[in-house]
């Protein structure tokens, strides 16, 4: 089949590979005009996140992910108030998709192709370049923004959780030894009033995960109400009206100082430390997003253009990649009638992302609104399936 992907992110890319693997022709349009070298930070890396790369690429997970051995809490004092043996993998967004677009023909990864034009019988897609295409199959995996949820779905749009999360890096040598050996080999968490921060090692820029060369990462959510509070964080350092995120060199001056003097007033000593060497933090709003439907005859919705769930389980990019391997089983198994894979693979995505959504819905809401966090619940591991699976 011809296939067409839209969005050439780490969904549209895993589900790009294993449809052009399983001997289809498949063409990435992707809106950004340059590769995206320099989007997110760190991801918790779940097996099915590294699934494509460990079974056909041969990569092994040492090579694209630092591990950690414990789940730390910390006390406002900065000594440890608990800790569990734990192994978690964690890698960056900029590594994997480094990783997964060397796997794919780069002639066949068309950049500044943004889709605007959906029509679904017969199949065709418009370009804002002017290409319309006929593809036998089209696989939209455009993100949270999705034009094609948009237009298919025109009632199904993200809902704002309450909070955002504060992000950014730092070289580890950067850090005191002093902090660098409370931090060390752990995610470490501190819990507080309507607010959690974890802070994790991720590889560094250049993908390396050795010691001394790697990111120290951070995760902290933060209350805002919706409309002006959150309205105002969003406005950039040009005036610019943000939706979901506001770029690392793009927030203003005020909240970043804001932030700062939370972290040295509010946060222990270790975790303050990290928050104020970040040169550069950036906000991604937390949103939820559910769709009552994926598959629209030859069409589908897939990973964030679906579903976008809370990153407490560190399963977003797991459940893009999940979609994407169940749909080649799916087509697989019904290579005659692409239609029908389609409806037959959805019920079972649906599931998925209502079940991920629920369960990170609830977490969230323990943390930032009901003070029910307790260090050491095994339903807070991290997993795509459930709390470790
Ligand atoms: C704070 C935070 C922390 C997170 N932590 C983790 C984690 O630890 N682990 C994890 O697995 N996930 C995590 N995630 C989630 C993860 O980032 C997403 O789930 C994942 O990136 C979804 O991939 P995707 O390919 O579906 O969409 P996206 O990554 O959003 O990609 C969509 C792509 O489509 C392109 N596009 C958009 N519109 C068009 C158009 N009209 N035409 C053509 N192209 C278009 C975009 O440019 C983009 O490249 C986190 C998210 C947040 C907000």
Known sequence: MDIAVVGGSLGGLTVACLLADAGHDVVVYE???????ERGAGIGFLPATSRYLVEHAGIRLDEVAVSTGHIRYLTRDGTVAHDDEHRYLFSSWNTVYRQMLACF????????????EIDLEPLMLGFSNGLVIHPDLAVFADGVGSTAR?????????????????????PETELSSATREVLDDAITYYVYANSHILVYPIPGRDGSIAV??????????????????????????????????????????????????????????????VVLAIEEPFVQVVLDLEVPRMAFGRACLLGDAAFVVRPHAAAGTAKAADDAWMLRDALDRRPDDPAAALAAWAPGQLIL?????????????RSQFDGTWRPGDPELIFGLLGPGE
């Open 353 to 365: 992302g209502r079940n991920l959504l629920a369960r990170t819905r609830a977490i969230g809401r």
């Open 212 to 273: 001394g060369e790697r990111l120290i990462n951070i995760v902290w959510y933060r209350n805002y109400l919706a409309g002006d509070d959150l309205d105002d964080l969003l406005v950039d350092v040009r005036g610019v009206s943000r939706e979901v995120s506001v770029p690392p060199g793009a927030l203003r001056p005020e909240h970043i100082a804001e932030a700062r003097a939370v972290a040295a007033a509010r946060l222990p000593a270790p975790i303050a430390e």
């Open 31 to 37: 809106r950004s005009p340059s590769e995206l070298e």
């Open 105 to 116: 023909d780069r002639s066949a990864y068309r950049l500044g192709h943004e889709l605007v």
């Open 150 to 170: 948009a237009k298919l779905l025109p009632d199904s749009r993200p809902q704002y959780s309450g909070y955002v999360a504060w992000r950014g890096v730092v």
